[in-house]
């Protein structure tokens, strides 16, 4: 079974600082992407940052400049490194990673982590 642990949410005020982190255990073969997405109350999840299986990055236009996505020590966990925080980030931040399984290696599937509170104060 495959779990995706996100930790490192938390109260910040405008300007300060998060960093959270994501590992993905279990029966994982291979992973393409893993990263980050965000809901806040009343609005749509949206894509926060990404990282493809070449590490290459992706961020959503409203981070970009102020989160550094990367990679772990462990192949399967991401990094999100977040700076000049504003009240317009706060959400629950969700972990996703599309991975297949060696039980059925040729199908690519999503998985998402609980989720992690970011609450930035003004």
């Known amino acids: 079974q495959v779990q995706l642990v996100e930790s490192g949410g938390g109260l910040v005020q405008a300007g300060g600082s998060l960093s959270l982190a994501c590992v993905a255990s279990?029966?994982?073969?291979?992973?393409?992407?893993m990263g980050w997405y965000r809901q806040a109350p009343g609005n749509e999840r949206e894509q926060v940052a990404m990282l493809t299986v070449n590490d290459y990055a992706i961020y959503g236009d409203s981070v970009k400049g102020r989160f550094t996505i990367s990679r772990g020590n462990d192949k399967n966990t991401v990094l999100l490194e977040m700076k000049n925080l504003k009240p317009e980030d706060t959400a629950v931040y969700y972990c996703?990673?599309?991975?297949?399984?060696?039980?059925?290696?040729?199908?690519?599937?999503?998985?998402w982590g609980q989720g992690t509170q970011v609450t930035v104060s003004s």
């Open positions: 279990g029966e994982i073969l291979s992973i393409t992407t």
């Open positions: 996703k990673a599309n991975l297949n399984t060696p039980l059925v290696p040729r199908l690519l599937q999503d998985y």
